[in-house]
C-alpha cells in the first residue's frame, strides 16, 4: 500500500510559478513510476508529467518548456515545478504512483489534490 499526500498548490498570479511536492509513504518509492495529472471543471483527467523509476520524464505538450518533474528518492518526494503559469492551468493537480508487478496489473495509487489556481 502506498499513500500519497500532495502539498504546493494556491492562488498566483499568471507567469508566475508553483512547486508542488508528493511524499509517498512506504519503502518502494524508488521503483515506483511517478506523475502528476490534472482535472479543470468540467473537464477530464489528463497527464500533466510522468517520471519514471530511472530519471525519464515525459510532458503533456501543454507544458513542455514551463513544467519540471523531479523526484527525490532519498526523500520518498515527486515535485513538479511550474513556471510561467496560465490561467488554462487552473486545476485539481493529482500525484499517482504506479507500481508494475512482476505479474498482473499495475497498481495504481492517488494523491487526494491540491488546488491550483492562476489569475489571469
Known amino acids: 500500500q502506498v499513500q500519497l499526500v500532495e502539498s504546493g498548490g494556491g492562488l498566483v498570479q499568471a507567469g508566475g510559478s508553483l512547486r508542488l511536492s508528493c511524499a509517498a509513504s512506504?519503502?518502494?518509492?524508488?521503483?515506483?513510476?511517478m506523475g502528476w495529472y490534472r482535472q479543470a471543471p468540467g473537464k477530464q483527467r489528463e497527464s500533466v508529467a510522468v517520471?519514471?523509476?530511472?530519471?525519464?520524464?515525459n510532458y503533456a505538450d501543454s507544458v513542455k518548456g514551463r513544467f519540471t518533474i523531479s523526484r527525490d528518492n532519498a526523500k520518498n518526494t515527486v515535485y513538479l515545478q511550474m513556471n510561467s503559469l496560465k490561467p488554462e492551468d487552473t486545476a485539481v493537480y493529482y500525484c499517482?504512483?504506479?507500481?508494475?508487478?512482476?505479474?498482473?496489473?499495475?497498481?495504481?495509487?492517488w494523491g487526494q489534490g491540491t488546488q491550483v489556481t492562476v489569475s489571469s
Open positions: 517520471i519514471t523509476s530511472g530519471g525519464s520524464a
Open positions: 499517482r504512483a504506479e507500481w508494475v508487478l512482476s505479474y498482473g496489473s499495475p497498481l495504481v495509487y
Open positions: 512506504g519503502s518502494i518509492f524508488s521503483i515506483l513510476t
